[in-house]
């Protein structure tokens, strides 16, 4: 895509079967192709800032977000249950509970999207490097390779990686057999909660005698009497003449 990509004014969205948003149509179809185009709903976009957010202080820059997306925003409903976004100038880190981001793919090697999944995966790696103790430091390269092969399989079944799954697939990138501190904490407060034992009342038992009454006996007895009436009644008007 060439640098004309940025005259997009709209585009069309469906919601997939696999819960993401895919691009339908746009409003410069010389520029931008949409087999595959896939954009970031509002609930994306604020688990990735929130997920972003955690990086800041291993050198992530928040405003490489709003240089990736075109930030779009409901315009209204259009036929067969797609919808109509506008683009807007408003930024994605001020309202990420409003807009859609459509990643700007200029180039998809050194594109504005490409260089914030660099600028991620490089702050992940210093936060997976700061918290896990390591034989050796975990590289960027290793990263990015683990995370290929992961997606390999959708590529070689001719499935379009959505942009939130190579997003998510960094942000949550943890090697296999390690774990951060954060879930082992998150692990144990659940032991916690589950160790706490279940306090019952403890209710005294009541050992019965002649002057005690219980519902269960009224009852019958009451149940008694009544028979016995009326078998009484019977017996008075057999003897009737």
Not at 108 to 133: C, Q, S, W, Y
Not at 138 to 165: C, S, W
Request: charge should be negative; charged fraction near 45%; hydrophobic fraction near 30%.
């Amino acid at each position: 895509m060439s640098q004309n990509s940025k005259k997009i004014e709209w585009c069309k969205v469906r919601l997939g079967d696999d819960s993401n948003w895919w691009v339908t149509e746009v409003s410069d179809p010389i520029h931008w192709d949409v087999d595959g185009l896939g954009i970031i709903d509002p609930r994306q976009m604020s688990y990735i800032l929130e997920q972003c957010d955690a990086l800041r202080e291993y050198g992530l820059d928040a405003d490489m977000v709003d240089e990736a997306f075109f930030t779009m925003a409901i315009d209204a409903e259009a036929e067969e249950e797609q919808v109509r976004l506008l683009r807007t100038q408003d930024s994605l880190l001020e309202d990420n509970a409003t807009f859609f981001g459509l990643p700007d793919i200029i180039d998809e090697e050194k594109g504005p999207f490409a260089d914030f999944l660099d600028h991620i995966t490089k702050a992940r790696v210093k936060l997976l490097n700061d918290l896990i103790e390591f034989d050796q430091n975990l590289t960027v390269d290793e990263l990015e390779e683990e995370i290929r092969e992961r997606m390999n399989q959708d590529y070689m079944e001719g499935k379009a990686v959505h942009p939130f799954t190579e997003i998510s697939a960094i942000l949550d990138y943890v090697p296999d057999g390690y774990e951060l501190d954060d879930d082992e904490r998150g692990d144990s407060d659940d032991d916690e909660i589950d160790d706490i034992p279940d306090f019952e009342e403890e209710t005294e038992t009541i050992e019965e005698d002649e002057t005690m009454k219980w519902d269960d006996d009224e009852d019958e007895e009451e149940t008694e009497d009544e028979e016995s009436e009326e078998s009484s009644d019977d017996e008075d008007e057999d003897d009737r003449p």
